[in-house]
């Protein structure tokens, strides 16, 4: 009796990449091609709002940098998340996790980790959202357990906590030097609706005027980082 195991294949993960810096989309190909769980199905530079072409792309993970390409990143979360539920989504970016993971997780996605992570942080992060299980750094995670037991008071909070997502999106492009004119036709909203974002933040951020907006949008860029 040949009491040999016979071990069934190991399913390979199908990720589709979504990245618009073409050296680090290389690594990152790289880094999955050697670690025998994943390889890359498709690599993008913008997002897809198209049933069909997702469909036919049938990844089973879905890893996204913050990008601005027309439409919201958080927009291409929800719309995957309504639309493949079963399909996680990992994003990768450079953009502060204090300011986005977050909204991240609440639009929808599975997990947030930064691109300056090693390699073996980047694949435990991986494994994780493919079995749906949800995934932020520790710092990130201890952050979110504290402010949902009540005690938010005791960690110092980002300020554009309190911005909704278009909130920040104008915020984000205030501090990319943009006008209300431009920040309306890359958002395809009116410049009054642009203004009335612009007042709201002000206040919410309690600052005097639009001088002051610029100021406080263009230093929280600069350490924060935003999508592309």
């Known amino acids: 009796m040949n009491k040999n195991k016979v071990l069934s294949p190991r399913r390979i993960q199908r990720v589709y990449v979504i990245d618009n810096q073409p050296l680090?989309?290389?690594?990152?190909?790289?880094?999955?091609?050697?670690?025998?769980?994943?390889?890359?199905?498709?690599?993008?530079?913008?997002?897809?709002f198209d049933k069909e072409e997702l469909a036919w792309i049938n990844p089973d993970i879905i890893v996204m940098d913050l990008i601005y390409d027309g439409r919201s990143p958080f927009d291409f979360i929800n719309w995957v998340h309504d639309n493949y539920p079963?399909?996680?989504?990992l994003v990768l970016s450079m953009s502060d996790e204090k300011i986005y993971a977050e909204r991240a997780l609440k639009t929808g996605a599975t997990g947030y980790i930064m691109k300056n992570a090693d390699s073996g942080s980047v694949l435990a992060a991986l494994k994780s959202v493919a079995k749906n299980e949800l995934y932020v750094s520790s710092s990130i995670s201890s952050q979110i357990l504290v402010k949902y037991v009540g005690g938010a008071e005791k960690i110092n909070l980002e300020p554009t906590s309190v911005l909704t997502d278009r909130e920040l999106e104008v915020f984000a492009l205030v501090g990319g030097g943009m006008n209300s004119r431009e920040i309306s036709r890359v958002l395809n909203i009116s410049i009054k609706t642009v203004d009335n974002h612009k007042t709201s933040i002000r206040e919410k951020l309690s600052l005097k005027n639009h001088i002051e907006l610029s100021q406080k949008a263009a230093l929280w860029q600069d350490k924060a980082g935003t999508w592309r």
């Open 24 to 48: 680090y989309r290389l690594g990152f190909v790289q880094i999955l091609s050697k670690s025998g769980f994943f390889e890359v199905c498709l690599e993008a530079d913008s997002y897809v």
């Open 86 to 89: 079963s399909i996680p989504i």
